[in-house]
Structures are given as structure tokens and as C-alpha cells.
């Protein structure tokens, strides 16, 4: 543990074992349990079933412990039962655990709306609605935008990711796993090129004028609502766009009268090195999504952007019975102070330091890497098959299937990603040290190895 992050609540060594094979036979009996009550529908990356966490620990029912480089999917961003999360979320827990902000509310809820207007990008007078999940804060930006606009039109890229739920399905680029068989899906929703410098090899204002090009021709932007743009794409692969991109897109749709929301939920919350992703690429959206890393791993989501555009909808509009929890809001109240106190953004730039430069060094010796990218704590490479790196960078699914295969038998957690499945994407809690990213990075050697 580096000293500039809390100590975690549970006293779980900041170490890996392999204690017995993986999984064990109590994960293995407890997994026969689930196969027989829980959907088919959900499945589990890794179906080792956890008993405890802490910082950038997993332990799991047979003693097991992971070094864990996904944290939920770049949730526990602060660390696992992060000692600050876990005592506010507790007295909350004791003070008021529910009234629902829209019949009693609580300052909490208020709180997170004033913090989140104070970090998001862009100078002017901001509000926020609280939700639950992602998929929710994603539901709630188009309805907000089309409510602010009069218009109906939703566009996205290619290789977004945005949720589960009805409307967000109909968003993503990937049907399989998320979409198929799930229809009729929402319409209205307008999908254009993204930019992809590995693939494309457009600078940013090129690729902007292909989006711009595309959504003049299918939908015209007189009939857009909004443009929903994640900044690092998470699901499609880490992928970050040209400089220029997002900027050239935040230029036409104020031209035009777009709302530019960014999905944030993943990039967003100190993950990259910043607050926000956005502002890596000097972007202020008018509209930012949050979730995952908001609450330290209580479920929270929010919209937050202009107040003018936030403030169009009618009263009772917006909200839910669960929205803003009190105890999600005062978790997130500790997320925000424990980022702030720890300094925890040059955390996340000293891991891009160790991370980055552990892969590119990695990349020089294998030719499967065939890039390197990312920011801050949100950095992957992306797989190809030998002897394409540079010519088609024909995608390597299987490599990124074995590489993760091989680090859990090692007691390290990698998680996939991408269109192509060819993404390794590493997302630690900001609590990894750099001697946990050196394991993690002899572990890959090794695994890279392994696969000639
Ligand atoms: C995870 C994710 C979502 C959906 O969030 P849920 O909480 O799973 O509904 C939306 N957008 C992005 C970019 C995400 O990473």
C-alpha cells in the first residue's frame, strides 16, 4: 500500500496466494448453488466467489487471494472497503437509510449534486439528477436532451457501450452479447463512425468530419437531440480518440444545437488521471454521465451539465424511488474527499506511469501487442495475430482469452474487452502499488511468453 491512500477496513495482506486450485472446491460448491436459482443470462468472468476485499485485494471462500486489475469494472477506483467509504456509508446507514428525495429529501442528495458541479468540466452554472445505475444516468441524459430541444434524434459511435436497458441497447455497437434476441429496440438512434487511431489512422478533425458527414446524410442535425460520446471508449477497448475529435464534434453540435453529453461512467471520477476524461482532450460537454467509480461501490449514477438544459424538464419529470440513496449519496460525499485528501489523481497518473510503461516495454519484445493506450489508471493493450502488427493488426481474441486464463491461475484478475474481443484493458483500484503493477506485468511477460 502506497501511505498517501487509507488503510482498508478489513486487514486483508496486500498480497497474492494460490491457495488451492481455481477455482476451489468451495467456490465450485457454492457455483453448483447459483447454477440452480441464478439466470443463465448473468454469467461471471472468473467464477471464484468473493468472501472479502480491500484496497487492491480480492480474497475468495478458499483463501485465495487476487490482485484485482479490473475493480468491478473501474468501480472501486478508491480501493476496495475504502476505510473513509465504508465509515460515511455506515453512520448513514444509522441516520436515515431511505425517504426518497422526492417526497422528503436530505442534504446528502444535495451534497453530491454541489460536488459534482464543482468537478465536472466547464465554467458555468451546473445541476444534477441522481439515478442508479449507468444505464439509468444514460436513459435520463437523452430524455433531459430531448426534453431541453424538442427533438428526438440520438446519435452514437461506433464501439460505444451505454448499458442494458431498452434505449441503451439499441445504443451500443456490439449486438452479441447485449441486444440479441432482446428486441424490438428503441428507435430514433443513429450510430456514426468514431475515431479509432489504431484502425483508422485519422487524425481527430478527419474522423470528425466522417461522423459529422454521416449524421448529416441519415438523420441531419436538425433532428438531433443529442450526440452521447463516451472519451476513452470503455467496453469497445480503451479506444482514445485523435486529438481534435471531440472538439470538432462539441464545435457542430453547438453550431447546430446538439446537446454533446459524455458517458463518463467509466473514464470519469479520477480514473484517467483527471476528473474527468473529458478534459484530457480539452473538452466541456454540456451534459456528463457519471456511475461506476461515484460511490466507492454503492449504487449511484448521476446527469450533471448546464442548468438551462437541466432544468427544462417538468417537476416530477425526473427521479425514482431508489435515486440518490441516502447512503449511495454519502458514500459518494468520502469518494470525492478521499480523492481530494489523497491526492488520489497523481495516484492514478504514477500508475500510468508504472502500467504504461511496463506494456510498452512488453510491446517492444512481442509482436502480438499491437497497441499500447490508454490514460491514468484506464490503460490496455490490443492483441493481434503474429505477424500483422503494423499491416491488418488482424484482431487476437484467443491471446487475450489465454492471457486472462493464465493470470488467474496466478491470482491475478485481467479483464477483456473490445468489439473484437481482443482488448486486455486493466483497470485497478488507485490503491495498486507499484510493485503489485510489477507482478502483474511478470505475470503478462510470462503468459506472453507462454503463447510464442
Ligand atoms: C458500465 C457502463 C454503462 C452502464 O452502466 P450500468 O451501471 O452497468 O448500467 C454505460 N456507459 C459506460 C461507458 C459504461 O462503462
Not at 185 to 192: I, K, M, S
Amino acid at each position: 500500500m502506497t501511505d498517501t491512500v487509507n488503510a482498508p477496513v478489513a486487514a486483508l495482506p496486500q498480497t497474492r496466494l494460490v491457495a488451492t486450485a481455481i477455482p476451489g472446491p468451495n467456490s465450485i460448491a457454492l457455483h453448483a448453488r447459483r447454477q440452480a436459482v441464478v439466470s443463465a443470462g448473468v454469467s461471471s468472468a472468473l467464477p471464484v466467489y468473493i468472501a472479502r476485499a480491500a484496497g487492491a485485494v480480492l480474497e475468495d471462500v478458499d483463501g485465495n487471494r487476487f490482485l484485482d486489475f479490473g475493480g468491478g469494472i473501474g468501480v472501486t477506483t478508491v480501493g476496495h472497503t475504502e476505510a473513509s467509504v465504508v465509515a460515511a456509508a455506515a453512520a448513514q446507514l444509522q441516520d436515515v437509510t431511505h425517504t426518497l428525495f422526492t417526497i422528503t429529501p436530505y442534504e446528502e442528495y444535495v451534497r453530491v449534486a454541489e460536488l459534482l458541479a464543482e468537478h465536472t468540466p466547464g465554467n458555468w452554472a451546473k445541476k444534477s439528477v441522481l439515478v442508479n445505475s449507468g444505464a439509468e444516468a444514460v436513459e435520463n441524459g437523452v430524455k433531459i436532451a430531448r426534453k431541453f430541444t424538442g427533438r428526438r434524434g440520438v446519435a452514437v459511435l461506433d464501439h460505444a457501450y451505454h448499458g442494458r436497458t431498452n434505449l441503451t441497447m439499441a445504443m451500443n455497437y456490439k449486438a452479441s452479447p447485449y441486444a440479441t434476441g432482446f428486441g424490438p429496440f428503441a428507435g430514433d438512434v443513429y450510430h456514426a463512425p468514431n475515431s479509432y487511431p489504431f484502425r483508422d489512422g485519422l487524425s481527430g478533425e478527419d474522423a470528425a468530419a466522417r461522423t459529422i458527414a454521416h449524421l448529416e446524410k441519415t438523420v441531419g442535425a436538425e433532428d438531433l437531440a443529442c450526440l452521447v460520446v463516451e472519451p476513452i471508449q470503455g467496453e469497445g477497448g480503451f479506444i482514445v480518440p485523435a486529438p481534435g475529435f471531440l472538439a470538432t464534434l462539441q464545435g457542430w453540435c453547438r453550431e447546430h444545437g446538439v446537446v454533446m453529453i459524455a458517458d463518463e461512467i467509466q473514464s470519469g471520477m479520477a480514473r484517467t488521471g483527471r476528473w474527468f476524461a473529458s478534459e484530457l482532450a480539452g473538452w466541456e460537454p454540456d451534459l456528463v454521465l457519471t456511475a461506476k467509480g461515484i460511490a466507492g461501490g454503492l449504487p449511484l449514477a448521476g446527469v450533471t451539465g448546464r442548468a438551462e438544459i437541466m432544468d427544462a424538464s417538468q417537476p416530477g419529470g425526473l427521479g425514482g424511488t431508489f435515486g440518490g440513496n441516502p447512503v449511495a449519496c454519502a458514500a459518494a460525499v468520502a469518494v470525492f474527499e478521499t480523492i481530494e485528501e489523497h491526492g488520489l489523481l497523481a495516484e492514478a497518473q504514477r500508475i500510468e506511469r508504472a502500467l504504461k510503461g511496463g506494456l510498452e516495454r512488453l510491446a517492444e519484445r512481442y509482436d502480438l501487442i499491437g497497441e499500447v493506450r490508454g490514460h491514468g489508471a484506464m490503460v490496455a493493450i490490443e492483441l493481434v495475430e503474429p505477424g500483422t502488427r503494423g499491416g491488418a493488426n488482424t484482431p487476437n481474441a484467443t491471446a487475450v482469452g489465454e492471457l486472462v486464463a493464465y493470470a488467474a491461475q496466478q491470482g491475478i484478475l485481467f479483464l477483456s474487452a473490445g468489439t473484437y474481443g481482443n482488448v486486455l484493458r486493466f483497470l485497478p483500484s488507485l490503491a495498486v502499488t507499484d510493485d503489485h503493477i510489477a507482478e502483474a506485468l511478470e505475470v503478462l511477460d510470462a503468459g506472453l511468453a507462454r503463447l510464442g
